[in-house]
């Protein structure tokens, strides 16, 4: 199995900053990319950006680029994800997944994705 396990989500004022860590563990995975998705209360889980393991390419949302940036520590088999200027509209419960061969059209789609995390909670307060 693969394990993926979130953490530095919190509580945050408008314009402030958070970085998100996604530590992957459990068997090997080729051709594959990690991705950072949020779910906002009421609303359908959506990507934020995505990372190619090999080659370290990424991908971001268009309403969090120039504030969001991926990036990887592959010796520490970790992805993050660091957040600036943060507004309450970024508010949601993050996700980070991993996923292997996915197209390029495809990368921005959470059912490509076959491994998941449990998540972690970013409030911005207005």
């Known amino acids: 199995q693969v394990q993926l396990v979130e953490s530095g989500g919190g509580y945050v004022q408008t314009g402030g900053s958070l970085r998100l860590s996604c530590v992957i563990s459990g068997r090997t995975l080729t051709n594959y990319a990690v991705g950072w998705f949020r779910q906002a209360s009421g609303k359908e889980r959506e990507f934020v950006a995505t990372?190619?393991?090999?080659?370290?390419?990424?991908r971001h949302q268009d309403s969090v680029r120039g504030r969001f940036t991926i990036s990887k520590e592959s010796a520490k088999n970790t992805v993050y994800l660091q957040m600036n200027s943060l507004k309450p509209e970024d508010t949601a419960r993050y996700y980070c997944?991993?996923?292997?061969?996915?197209?390029?059209?495809?990368?921005?789609?959470?059912?490509?994705?076959?491994?998941w995390g449990q998540g972690t909670q970013v409030t911005v307060s207005s």
């Open positions: 990372i190619r393991w090999t080659g370290g390419s990424t």
């Open positions: 997944a991993a996923g292997q061969g996915i197209i390029f059209s495809d990368y921005v789609r959470p059912s490509r994705y076959n491994y």
